[in-house]
């Protein structure tokens, strides 16, 4: 995937740009597995996803996302009734950024292919 033409600069990866809440557990020339923590009452700072990825949500919150030229969106992660963390294909993202709106911390494993 990372030989696709990309637009953004290498200083929007969410590694760079939020250092905060993106933290790489695991890296090599195939997968790069980050950790995603946000804060009650956080905002990312605007950032983006090259690789498609697995998302593996084991501490859902309510969260708000914003796009540039896009209206913000809320967001339910709350897991419902189905034990066990929440498990979503995520494609590439550009600009963007997550706000963290509920009471207690969000948290997930974000598995990039390379």
């Not at 905060?20 to 009452?41: A, F, K, M, Y």
């Not at 590439?92 to 390379?114: F, T």
């Amino acid at each position: 995937m990372s030989q696709q033409s990309w637009p953004w600069p290498d200083a929007l990866d969410a590694v760079v740009a939020t250092p905060t809440s993106h933290r790489v557990l695991l890296e090599n020339d195939r997968v790069r597995v980050l950790e995603v923590t946000i804060e009650p009452g956080t905002r990312e700072t605007e950032h983006t996803h090259r690789a498609v990825s697995v998302m593996i949500v084991d501490e859902p919150a309510r969260i708000r996302y914003y796009a540039p030229g896009a209206q913000p969106s809320e967001v339910s992660q709350e897991s419902g009734t189905a034990p066990g963390p929440r498990v979503q294909w995520m494609e590439r993202e550009g600009p963007h950024s997550v706000e963290n709106i509920d009471q207690h911390r969000y948290h997930a494993i974000r598995i990039e292919l390379k």
